[in-house]
């Protein structure tokens, strides 16, 4: 089998990742913080080809995040011609595998094969990968899948995140301000 892939890379911006924020109101903060996710680069690059119907390889996903840090990060995994190729539910100790993107959802069974999977990772600070992406990290992950049947097939990969606050709204000194004060003495 002949497997292309798909390379599902937005568009890294090198200035500012950020638009002009000069005259923005709160009510922009959900679709600044969709563009930003889009902008991050996910390139799902050596996938194993040429295989026979019943043999399994690996694809990689490279994700490049941009300054600020993600948390609760996730990848939406999609085979786009199943009847050509599955992905397959690896059991491994950093990786949950699920079929939706609710963290609380049930993971499915170990070596299972799907159309389309959300790979959860561990909670931060327990191991490597976890579920925060620090500013500018590169993180790359390998997942397997399974050859169906002949023809060509993609994978297509995107990020689900949550930017994380404190990176976004610093919490930082403002501009001091002093004032004199005089305390008289009693006088008795």
């Known amino acids: 089998m002949s497997a292309s892939v798909s390379e599902r890379s937005a568009a890294r911006v090198t200035a500012d990742p950020l638009p002009n924020l000069s005259g923005f109101a709160l009510a922009d903060l959900p679709q600044l913080t969709s563009d930003y996710l889009h902008s991050l680069e996910v390139r799902v690059a050596r996938v194993t080809g040429k295989l026979e119907p019943g043999d399994d390889g690996t694809f990689t996903v490279r994700v490049t995040n941009g300054p600020l840090r993600i948390t609760d990060w996730t990848l939406h995994l999609t085979s786009t011609r199943p009847q050509v190729a599955t992905i397959i539910a690896s059991p491994g100790l950093v990786i949950q595998f699920r079929e939706g993107g609710d963290r609380d959802q049930p993971s499915v069974p170990p070596n299972s094969t799907h159309d389309s999977l959300y790979a959860f ?39 689900h995140g949550t ?12 501009t001091a301000s002093t004032a004199g004060v005089e305390v008289k003495r009693l006088t008795s």
């Open 121 to 159: 990772f561990l909670d931060e600070g327990l191991g490597e990968p976890d579920s925060v992406l620090e500013a500018d990290e590169v993180r790359e992950v390998s997942f397997h899948w399974h050859a169906e049947g002949a023809g060509s097939g993609e994978f297509e990969v995107h990020l």
């Open 163 to 174: 930017i994380d606050v404190d990176s976004l709204f610093p919490r930082d000194r403002g």
